[in-house]
């Protein structure tokens, strides 16, 4: 993908979806792109697709195309941990803004 909005976690095999992405907020444009996706993959015994999960993908921009680096699935429990402590840093002032001021 050479356009950071064009990228998707969508994919099928042999003309079937088997991961269908719900929703992405692009985090972090630039060179480096940070993508966070909602998304379901189907039960292959089933057919149906299971509950949502949630990815937090790493693409690097590379002879004008990106390309996915790191990827880290976060669980119920691990997005419930992660917006208690980052609201906590938040009210607490602990963060800087995104140019690494305070």
């Not at 099928?12 to 991961?19: A, F, N, P």
């Not at 949630?54 to 941990?81: C, F, H, M, P, W």
Request: aromatic content about 8%; charged content about 35%.
């Amino acid at each position: 993908m050479e356009n950071v909005n064009d990228i998707t976690m969508a994919f099928s095999e042999d003309g079937e979806d088997v991961i269908e992405e719900l929703d992405k907020i692009i985090v972090q444009k630039g060179v480096w792109a940070v993508i966070l996706f909602r998304y379901q993959e189907k039960n292959r015994k089933t057919g149906e697709f299971m509950a949502p999960k949630a990815s937090l993908r790493r693409y690097q921009k590379y002879k004008g195309e990106y390309r996915k680096r790191d990827a880290v699935n976060i669980s119920k429990d691990s997005a419930q941990t992660l917006i208690t402590v980052l609201g906590k840093w938040l009210e607490e002032g602990l963060l800087g803004d995104s140019e690494g001021e305070s």
